[in-house]
């Protein structure tokens, strides 16, 4: 049966629940802003409740905003996963319930299974958006659909015969005692990690090998929590890693797979598991933003330079070598982007002071210099 088609009218519109969207919406609320709304496709929380279930947060979490230091994980003031789970490394479905929680607290109106489909902006200013709820007119758009739904499939030939990480519920259910995972970044180590830990035998081949990078930032080489569980698993016999290598072609052969780099090959009997990172939601909307410097080009208040009224919050924000891809990162511009709309729509942005002194509302980007590749 098709859904009734509605037609809708907000000031703002964010499109994705996840970590950005709900703490954009916390944002909007504290502003006192009334028309607003948060269009999910999925449920609250989604793409990390698609994680795998043995997958953890790489960044910690404490109980450490009592005395001035928000837990890395939290999205809003006055929260904590940490205290919330009593966990440091917390699970996906675990910050799922978190981020519903979150949105319960602040009374967000959030709408879910509403699959935003386009985007338009108005000849007089403002959008339309083509949803599966039908048409919804609105003034201002943040866009905070994530990367984890858009998974980077078609790398090289034959990769339709491996299957993506992000498709994987549980690695216990994994058939197989012996696996090759084509990349060794967050998530190829993940899988490694927690294959090797029940007892599979793998074989990681990277394009580099972020395992040997000596960077200490996180966004580049690999985080404390994953070298150390690397050490551990390392130690057992079973894995195996391949760096510098760029994988060139899977074939299926008999009994299995060939994987492919220029001069060497590798069987395997199971689907190679590709831990190639993601695309990213903006292509979704890709013609909205210029890309003339290889990636979505924004405005210091992350509005798109080329589509004013149009704001990204989340991973994808770069602002020159700057990448915003960990939520302690991202969380920061929450505040940018209220304040952005707040003065257009005339609204007190005083709610906004305790966010600066939370450290909350990072608008000086001379403060920060670390690149990212996650
Ligand atoms: C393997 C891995 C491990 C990670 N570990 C960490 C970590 O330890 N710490 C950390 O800080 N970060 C980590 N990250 C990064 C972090 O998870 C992401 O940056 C985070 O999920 C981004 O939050 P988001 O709200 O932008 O996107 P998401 O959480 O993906 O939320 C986007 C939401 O938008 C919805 N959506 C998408 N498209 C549409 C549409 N067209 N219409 C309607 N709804 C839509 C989706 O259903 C989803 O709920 C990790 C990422 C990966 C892939």
Redesign the pocket.
Known sequence: MSQPQTKQSYDVVI?????????CGVVLRELGLERFTI??????????SR?PEE?????PSFPSHGFGLLD??SITLKTSPAIAFRREHISGKQYALYLQTVADHFELPVQTG????TVDPLSEGGFELQ?SLGTIQTQFVIW??????YPRLNTFPGAEHCIH??QIRSWAEVKGDQFIIIGGY??GM?AASNLVAMGKKVGVIDRSGAWANPDTDPSIAL?PYTLQRLEFVYRTGNLDMVGETPVEEVRPVSGGYAVYSEYKKWMTPQPPILCT??NG?LK?IAPLFDWSKGHAALTENDESTLTPGLFV????VRHGDLIF??????RQRFAVIGKAIADRLDLDTAPLEAYREAGLFLDDLSCCDNDCI?
């Open positions: 499109v994705g629940a996840g970590a950005a969207g709900i703490g269009l999910e496709r999925n449920e609250v929380g989604a793409s990390f994680w997958m953890k947060f790489i960044t890395l994980n509403v699959d935003v489909k949803t905070a659909a994530g990367e984890y739904q990480n992000s967050e998530s993940d985080s990172g993601f939601s979704q919050s989340g991973p994808s891809c960990f939520i302690y990162k991202f996650c």
